[in-house]
């Protein structure tokens, strides 16, 4: 897992290329108008803009990815994103849908949470369990957030 701040002029520094040109690519967009939906960003690349209600933590289930990994970054509003990093005992999870790439399991072992705020970037590689569009401080809001999709045979 990885975090960042797109507003930082050192934000790239120690990211994979592929990464850190995407987040360049995000950076020169504006965020706030992008429509809700599935953008493609290259012919491997592509992200999908949403707009969530948040919820309590205990309500979700946790996913995982085999084949992509995650940017996740806020652009409206605050969220919490429950975590892992140790490798997942992945016969707690339901079954693996490989078209869309998930499995889902409604705990996370050796968990933490992270908050985001606009412009934070997390990166979350395969086999790292996370739960997103968690309530912060008990209270409900909708968020607009983007999740970029990247084949995890692109990062070097």
Not at 39 to 55: F, G, K, R, S, W
Not at 71 to 82: H, Y
Not at 118 to 139: A, M, S
């Amino acid at each position: 897992m990885l975090i960042g701040d797109l507003t930082r002029v050192d934000f790239k520094l120690g990211l994979p290329q592929v990464i850190a040109e995407t987040c360049e690519y995000l950076k020169g967009l504006d965020l706030e108008k992008l429509d809700v939906g599935r953008h493609d960003i290259t012919d491997q690349i592509y992200m999908n803009v949403m707009e969530p209600e948040l919820a309590e933590a205990d309500s979700k289930q946790a996913e995982l990815h085999y084949k992509y990994l995650d940017i996740q970054v806020l652009i409206q509003g605050v969220e919490n994103i429950e975590f892992g990093v140790t490798y997942p005992d992945l016969a707690k999870y339901d079954a693996y849908r490989e078209d869309d790439d998930y499995q889902l399991t409604p705990q996370i072992e050796n968990k933490s949470t992270l908050t985001l705020v606009p412009n934070i970037f997390v990166v979350f590689y395969p086999y790292e369990p996370h739960k997103p569009c968690c309530n912060v401080d008990g209270k409900s809001a909708k968020i607009k957030k983007l999740v970029v999709k990247v084949p995890v045979e692109l990062v070097k």
